[in-house]
């Protein structure tokens, strides 16, 4: 097989699966390891990723976004410009979320695995956005947000790490975040998940001026439930 | 992200939260660590000690155990006298040169003693480095040199050396195997093992050895071969193709370095070449003895 993007690591089936087995087994046994969960991602993706590539297709959105590739890292996204950008705002929000954890939109791991030039596009789509998705649903980095943004995920698009980490993450949520959790956050996440717009549909980056709350009106996203 | 939460509770970044913002005159950075400078060679030689653990074990894994027997075979053939002086190239971690001061001890246990201590280098952690040529030679300072071009790998040896009491009978040093730092004919037995296989010039690390050796000393090298037998090598080129880089991704997280290893062994020289290549470097008595079908092969000529 020839390589069909740069980072394009071509692997058969009996590769895959030791690929797929090792990294589900690593993700476990050694947390620190973060490219042994983007390895069994786009191991055990494959399914899911054609599924939400159906439905990027059928939306004029999504299409766009196939059609254009648009990629975010900090060259291709002006920080700058969303910092002068009014408080409130989807850029704005964004810019202030990265400050606050020290983040940068260029952390994410390449993809490798994945032996469709478009799938491996959707993937990366996916990794991407996941800071958006933390800021447009209002959740912090903290234990319960992530879980609450991979249920999101794990219902919007059906990728098998997103499930598993839905499933067992909260089981290291402390005694007061999973009374939250099972009361409020979790209904409500699972509500919003299956209402809203599929967020592989939308494309942020033509947002960036949109007040929040509009914003999140247009996706159909209900109120979060209130901070602790 | 699940695992940015997760890791970011780990002790690193406590560390970080714990200390102010500003870098006062004796603390330098570790990632995006504050941290006083006598500690950053300890964390970086951390890092290493455990990159060094994982391709140990990919080592393990890959050979199922058997590169300890094929070295341990190197060493009984090179038979460790007490009166030589003995350089190991390439060998950072040190799994040669432990092996051939342990053999020394077992056959020679009185000289263990007598044999002269290396000189202590200029502070605890720092190894020679060899500048330029314009340097002068320099001369071994004892009787087990161990070289390697890597100094993290230099750092991981000489800690494992440190914990296996051989600290003081062995000189590291920071080199290029195609430019030895040393003086014509110092050493009586030069030894490389699955380290010339990544060495851009092959023919100048063969004249490096061929210069720096005595008169009648002996050049060894133990490295990955050609599979003779046409059955065997398909099994071993599937083998290799299908498991080995996926495994070097789970274990060591470094799928191209284990792609390079399995195009490398093809790519070099069959044993009848490099052997070969060996006599054209003016060595006598060159021969090979296969390892393992071919997989490995124990290359030896002699300075005469």
Same mark, same amino acid.
């Given at each position: 097989?020839?390589?069909?993007?740069?980072? +394009?690591?071509?692997?058969?089936?009996?590769q895959?699966?030791?690929?797929? /087995?090792?990294?589900?087994?690593?993700?476990?046994?050694?947390?620190?390891?973060d490219?042994?969960?983007?390895?069994?991602?786009? #191991?055990?993706?494959?399914?899911?990723?054609?599924?939400?590539?159906?439905?990027? /297709?059928?939306?004029?959105?999504?299409?766009?976004?196939?059609?254009?590739?648009?990629?975010?890292?900090?060259?291709?996204?002006d920080l700058?410009?969303?910092? #002068?950008?009014?408080?409130? #705002? =989807?850029?704005?929000?964004?810019?202030?979320?990265?400050?606050?954890?020290?983040?940068?939109?260029?952390?994410?791991?390449?993809?490798?695995?994945?032996?469709?030039?478009?799938?491996?596009?959707?993937?990366?789509?996916?990794?991407?956005?996941?800071? =958006?998705?933390?800021?447009?649903?209002?959740?912090?980095?903290?234990?319960?947000?992530? /879980?609450t943004?991979?249920?999101?995920?794990?219902?919007?698009?059906?990728?098998?790490m997103?499930?598993?980490?839905?499933?067992?993450?909260?089981?290291? =949520?402390?005694p007061?975040?999973?009374?939250k959790?099972? +009361?409020?956050?979790?209904?409500?996440? /699972?509500? #919003?998940?299956r209402?809203?717009?599929s967020?592989?549909?939308?494309?942020?980056?033509? +947002?960036w +001026?949109?007040?929040?709350?509009?914003?999140?009106?247009?996706l159909?996203?209900?109120?979060?439930?209130?901070?602790? | 992200?699940?695992?940015?939460?997760?890791?970011?509770?780990?002790?690193?970044?406590?560390?970080?939260?714990?200390r102010?913002? *500003?870098?006062?005159?004796?603390t330098t950075?570790?990632?995006f660590?504050?941290?006083?400078?006598?500690?950053?060679?300890?964390?970086?030689?951390?890092?290493?000690?455990?990159?060094?653990?994982?391709?140990?074990?990919?080592?393990?894994?890959?050979?199922? &155990?058997?590169?300890?027997?094929w070295?341990?075979?190197?060493?009984?053939?090179?038979?460790?006298?007490?009166?030589?002086?003995?350089?190991?190239?390439?060998?950072?971690?040190?799994?040669?040169?432990?092996?051939?001061?342990?053999?020394?001890?077992?056959?020679y246990?009185?000289?263990?003693?007598?044999i002269?201590?290396?000189?202590s280098?200029?502070?605890?952690?720092? !190894?020679?480095?060899?500048?330029?040529?314009?340097? !002068?030679r320099?001369?071994p300072?004892? %009787?087990?040199?161990?070289?390697?071009?890597?100094?993290?790998?230099?750092?991981?040896?000489?800690?494992?050396?440190?914990?296996?009491?051989?600290?003081?009978?062995i000189?590291?040093?920071?080199?290029?195997?195609?430019?030895?730092?040393?003086?014509?004919?110092?050493?009586?037995?030069?030894?490389?093992?699955f380290?010339?296989r990544n060495?851009?010039?092959?023919?100048?690390?063969?004249?490096?050895?061929?210069?720096?050796?005595? %008169?009648?000393?002996?050049?060894?090298?133990?490295?990955?071969s050609?599979?003779?037998?046409?059955?065997?090598?398909?099994?071993?080129?599937?083998?290799?193709?299908?498991f080995?880089?996926?495994? &070097?991704?789970?274990?060591?997280?470094?799928?191209? *370095?284990?792609?390079?290893?399995?195009?490398?062994?093809?790519?070099?020289?069959?044993?009848?070449?490099?052997?070969?290549?060996?006599?054209?470097?003016?060595?006598?008595?060159?021969?090979?003895?296969?390892?393992?079908?071919?997989?490995?092969?124990?290359?030896?000529g002699?300075?005469?």
């Amino acid at each position: 097989m020839d390589r069909l993007y740069g980072t +394009h690591k071509p692997t058969g089936l009996v590769q895959k699966s030791i690929l797929a /087995v090792g990294s589900g087994i690593m993700s476990i046994a050694d947390p620190s390891r973060d490219d042994m969960i983007s390895i069994f991602g786009e #191991t055990t993706g494959g399914l899911a990723l054609k599924y939400m590539q159906e439905k990027m /297709v059928i939306d004029p959105e999504g299409d766009r976004i196939l059609k254009e590739r648009p990629i975010i890292n900090s060259k291709t996204v002006d920080l700058e410009y969303l910092k #002068t950008l009014p408080i409130g #705002t =989807l850029g704005k929000t964004y810019s202030n979320f990265l400050v606050k954890y020290n983040l940068t939109p260029d952390a994410r791991r390449p993809v490798s695995f994945i032996d469709d030039s478009e799938l491996a596009y959707i993937m990366r789509r996916y990794r991407e956005i996941h800071d =958006l998705t933390h800021v447009t649903l209002g959740m912090p980095i903290n234990m319960l947000g992530e /879980v609450t943004v991979k249920w999101f995920e794990g219902i919007q698009y059906g990728l098998p790490m997103c499930v598993l980490g839905a499933f067992f993450g909260p089981l290291r =949520l402390g005694p007061k975040h999973t009374a939250k959790y099972l +009361h409020l956050t979790l209904p409500w996440i /699972v509500r #919003t998940a299956r209402q809203s717009r599929s967020f592989m549909n939308v494309y942020f980056e033509k +947002h960036w +001026h949109k007040s929040l709350n509009e914003f999140r009106r247009e996706l159909n996203i209900l109120e979060p439930p209130p901070k602790i | 992200m699940f695992i940015r939460t997760l890791s970011s509770i780990n002790r690193f970044s406590l560390l970080s939260i714990l200390r102010t913002h *500003s870098t006062t005159s004796n603390t330098t950075h570790f990632g995006f660590d504050e941290v006083p400078e006598n500690e950053k060679q300890t964390r970086v030689n951390e890092v290493f000690s455990s990159v060094a653990d994982s391709y140990d074990l990919m080592n393990d894994i890959m050979s199922f &155990g058997i590169h300890r027997i094929w070295k341990d075979h190197f060493i009984r053939i090179v038979r460790p006298d007490p009166q030589w002086n003995y350089i190991d190239v390439a060998g950072g971690t040190g799994d040669i040169a432990f092996r051939y001061l342990k053999e020394l001890d077992r056959y020679y246990p009185s000289a263990a003693s007598s044999i002269p201590l290396s000189e202590s280098p200029i502070t605890p952690t720092h !190894t020679y480095i060899a500048d330029s040529l314009e340097q !002068t030679r320099i001369r071994p300072t004892s %009787k087990c040199v161990v070289a390697d071009i890597n100094p993290n790998m230099l750092a991981v040896g000489k800690q494992r050396s440190i914990d296996n009491n051989l600290h003081n009978r062995i000189q590291w040093i920071e080199t290029n195997a195609e430019e030895l730092p040393f003086e014509d004919e110092q050493f009586d037995v030069y030894t490389i093992a699955f380290g010339i296989r990544n060495c851009t010039h092959i023919d100048r690390v063969v004249s490096e050895a061929y210069r720096v050796l005595k %008169k009648g000393g002996r050049f060894l090298c133990l490295e990955f071969s050609q599979v003779n037998n046409t059955l065997l090598r398909y099994f071993y080129d599937q083998y290799s193709k299908t498991f080995i880089p996926p495994m &070097g991704q789970i274990i060591a997280n470094d799928w191209k *370095s284990y792609q390079y290893l399995i195009e490398s062994i093809r790519v070099f020289p069959k044993q009848k070449e490099f052997a070969e290549l060996i006599r054209s470097c003016n060595f006598r008595y060159v021969n090979y003895e296969n390892l393992s079908f071919g997989v490995s092969a124990i290359h030896s000529g002699y300075k005469l």
